[in-house]
């Protein structure tokens, strides 16, 4: 990779690690150099084509047999949709009964992203719960700054998970009643490393133990690990055909990117759906899918593989790399090569770096917009969802009002009424999602409500 610091008195900016390295490659064999990239990397069998891994639920499941941990299971009663997986690998993916865990990055700078998921649901009339005794996962501190470990990262995934195994108590309802649906890629890609770590170290298993076992946090003495760990963008994609019943909107003629996250679908890769009906199986299921059962035509780009750009050490440290990758690796590409009307993701980071960074492309004099939405978002959108007031498209950087005039949606007049709406917020009439008493399962301030119907 050419250093485009250099300056005439040789002074040179460096990344983390060694310095880099001027390839002074041209054209030619710089394209030479990354061919490998559009021979192997668009195909399933770069992930497949080496030694088989293992299936960490056969050790889950022979600790629990050796009384040494408890596993929530994903029961009948979460009424659960059969996927495949990467080696085709069966996962189970429940669909109701859902304990929403929450994302730090979304409820702060992309609101919309889990009230779009809320609405679907309550839509479909998907029982859930989203309460407020939860924490963040702790990922971004362990990734971007190193001052976290493992055995906190650990207690952390291991309290909230124990939280979505308790938490219907409050209503007089068993354990495991709910199963925890995390919003949050990075929460997922995270959750699923340590689960890892966790089942082949007695020694982290035991260190954490102690700590949960003085946060009241074990089930007969025990580590609670749950059988699958669940990606709302998973839900989505086994729903999606439930979902593509309440269209109101007419998305055929939209032309779609799809951006995968990192942190879904290559950190611990052999967990992550993959379908033969979308792309062939060649690609991540997720967020395509429901693109192409709501009608919009999923366009490919060469670039699709790449990272955001947001890499957690990035953002902070090496925001301007951030900020070029993502517009002239991402964005660009995908406006200039796929013609895209809208860029499709299902990760908090990703949708944040893509959609707000965009006004760095007017720096060198050739800017570039193209409208960011999460997975969620575009299929409430076209559900019928209010653009202001659910989708919350007011809260991303990137313009999204031309993706709704060719929607056919008149943004202007939704627009005058939620700011109509805003007065009657203002005035302490506002709506909400779900009953607000559902908010606290535990502790102080929980008002009885009665059991879900």
Avoid at 116 to 140: K, V
Avoid at 169 to 187: E, I, M, N, R, W
Wanted: proline share 4%; hydrophobic share 35%; with cysteine.
């Amino acid at each position: 990779m050419s250093n485009p610091t250099d300056t005439p008195a040789g002074e040179r900016f460096t990344g983390h690690g060694p310095e880099w390295q001027s390839t002074r490659l041209n054209a030619k064999d710089a394209q030479v150099a990354t061919v490998w990239v559009e021979q192997i990397i668009n195909k399933r069998s770069m992930q497949t084509g080496k030694e088989r891994v293992e299936d960490v639920r056969d050790i889950m499941w022979q600790l629990e047999k050796d009384g040494q941990i408890v596993v929530h299971r994903v029961t009948e009663e979460h009424k659960p949709v059969m996927v495949k997986t990467l080696y085709g690998w069966d996962k189970k993916i429940p669909t109701v009964r859902l304990w929403h865990h929450k994302s730090c990055g979304q409820c702060g700078n992309i609101p919309g992203y889990p009230a779009s998921l809320l609405w679907l649901m309550n839509q479909l009339g998907t029982e859930y719960l989203d309460e407020t005794d939860q924490t963040s996962c702790t990922a971004w501190n362990y990734h971007g700054s190193g001052i976290g470990n493992i055995e906190s990262l650990a207690a952390v995934f291991l309290r909230n998970f124990h939280q979505a195994y308790v938490a219907a108590k409050a209503q007089g309802l068993p354990d495991g009643y709910y199963y925890p649906l995390v919003h949050c890629g990075t929460s997922f890609g995270n959750y699923k490393e340590v689960r890892g770590y966790l089942l082949h170290s007695a020694k982290l298993r035991e260190r954490v133990r102690q700590i949960l076992g003085k946060l009241g946090r074990l089930v007969d003495g025990k580590l609670l690990i749950p059988e699958e760990i669940v990606h709302y963008s998973e839900w989505l994609h086994v729903m999606r055909e439930e979902v593509a019943k309440l269209r109101q909107i007419d998305c055929s003629n939209i032309r779609a990117t799809i951006h995968p996250a990192c942190h879904v679908y290559k950190m611990v890769p052999e967990d992550v759906i993959y379908d033969d009906k979308v792309l062939d199986g060649n690609r991540v299921a997720v967020s395509t899918g429901i693109m192409q059962t709501l009608g919009a035509e999923v366009i490919d780009y060469s670039t699709w593989y790449d990272c955001c750009g947001f890499g957690f050490r990035h953002i902070i440290s090496e925001r301007e790399f951030t900020r070029s990758f993502a517009i002239d690796r991402k964005i660009r590409v995908a406006v200039e090569e796929a013609h895209a009307d809208v860029m499709i993701g299902h990760d908090t980071g990703c949708i944040t770096t893509l959609d707000k960074n965009q006004w760095i492309s007017k720096a060198d004099g050739r800017p570039v917009g193209l409208p960011v939405l999460a997975d969620c978002q575009f299929a409430a959108l076209v559900c019928g969802a209010h653009p202001y007031k659910i989708v919350q498209s007011h809260w991303h950087a990137s313009a999204t009002e031309t993706l709704m005039e060719k929607l056919g949606i008149d943004w202007q007049a939704k627009k005058a009424e939620f700011e109509e709406y805003l007065k009657e917020v203002a005035a302490g009439r506002g709506e909400t999602l779900y009953d607000p008493r559902r908010k606290i399962t535990s502790g102080p301030g929980f008002k009885r409500i009665g059991q879900p119907g």
